[in-house]
């Protein structure tokens, strides 16, 4: 499997916008998703698309916030980040699945990016 590049991270201000990518996108995989993680807490899915059928799953603290999406000539999977806020501060890790599983479960994912590191500061 090839590994997962990733790009978009930075610091921003509360209310502030990032994009993340990451490539390439494999419509053989059954998900692939984005999750982040913050200081003492477990890694936690953010959204979610399955590249074959389309369907797309998020956290419900992102949404209206978050939109996840398939650039299908870039073979990239993106993750704009509207109105950040100082909870969402973490690194961020895009992550397929090979095989079928929770979406929103790590150990249903078996190949993961190096991280993306997103601050919001107030």
């Known amino acids: 499997q090839l590994p997962l590049v990733e790009s978009g991270g930075g610091s921003v201000e509360a209310g502030g916008s990032l994009t993340l990518s990451c490539r390439p996108v494999d419509a053989g995989r059954v998900w692939m998703a984005w999750f982040r993680q913050t200081p003492g807490k477990e890694r936690e899915a953010v959204a979610a698309?399955?590249?074959?059928?389309?369907?797309?799953y998020s956290l419900d603290s992102v949404k209206g916030r978050f939109t996840l999406s398939q650039d299908y000539v870039k073979r990239t999977l993106n993750l704009e980040m509207n109105n950040l806020q100082p909870e969402d501060t973490g690194v961020y890790y895009c992550?397929?699945?090979?095989?079928?599983?929770?979406?929103?479960?790590?150990?249903?994912?078996?190949?993961w990016g190096q991280g993306q590191q997103v601050s919001v500061s107030t």
């Open positions: 698309l399955a590249p074959r059928y389309g369907a797309r």
């Open positions: 992550a397929a699945a090979r095989d079928n599983g929770p979406w929103y479960e790590a150990r249903t994912y078996n190949n």
